[in-house]
Each structure stands twice: as C-alpha cells, then as structure tokens.
C-alpha cells in the first residue's frame, strides 16, 4: 500500500557532493518523521538524518556541517544534501517514513526504501 522509492545515488570522488530522494506514495493520511540510515559493509545500519513535519532536523555527529536533509510534505518527499563526501560516507542509504494510512485513527508504522548505494572513492 506504501511505497518509498529513492534516488540519487553514485560513485564520486572525496569532497564532491550527491543529493538523494525519496518520494512515498500509496493510501497515505500523514507522515510524521522522515529521515536516511546507512549501513556500511561489515557494519549495522545506523541513523544519519531525521526531520520532523514541522522542519525539525538531527543529524549524526560524523555528518553535521556536511549534510542537510529536507523535506517537501506536499510531495512526501525528503532529501539528503551530502556535501564534502569522505570515502567513510560509503555506504547504502535507505530512507524511511513514519507513515498513517487512510484515517487519524489508523496506527503509525515505519516504511523503509529499497536502499541506494552511495560510493566516495578516488
């Protein structure tokens, strides 16, 4: 019913830049959180962005002053600004949503993209 499909990503070199998307679509009510994970080879995937419906953002401590996430709620859509990429940037990048479907009263879950592969290598 709920789909989140991303974009955006590729292979650059240290200190270029990429931008990711991710647009949700289906029987959609609201979205309350948005936000990117990644998980590295050999590692857990851990939060790198989150931002809330009002605007609201975090960041990790590794991506802050690099990375700025935002959102357009009239697309469902949230992106990631990754600027200054490091060759530890590399990773997939999944986007997820904290999604209600169809009412107010229906309950909250969390949908999660397919992942995008994100490569800084010179």
């Known amino acids: 019913q709920v789909q989140l499909v991303e974009s955006g990503g590729g292979l650059v070199q240290p200190g270029e830049s990429l931008r990711l998307s991710c647009i949700a679509s289906?029987?959609?009510?609201?979205?309350?959180?948005m936000g990117w994970y990644r998980q590295a080879p050999g590692k857990q995937r851990a939060m790198v962005a989150g931002?809330?419906?009002?605007?609201?953002?975090m960041y990790t401590d590794s991506v802050k002053g690099r990375f700025i996430i935002s959102r357009d709620n009239a697309k469902n859509a949230v992106y990631l600004q990754m600027n200054s990429l490091k060759p530890e940037d590399t990773a997939v990048y999944y986007c997820?949503?904290?999604?209600?479907?169809?009412?107010?009263?229906?309950?909250?879950?969390?949908?999660w993209g397919q992942g995008t592969q994100v490569t800084v290598s010179s």
């Open positions: 997820y949503a904290k999604i209600r479907i169809g009412s107010s009263g229906s309950p909250e879950y969390t949908y």
């Open positions: 289906g029987s959609i009510f609201s979205i309350s959180a």
């Open positions: 931002i809330t419906s009002g605007g609201t953002a």
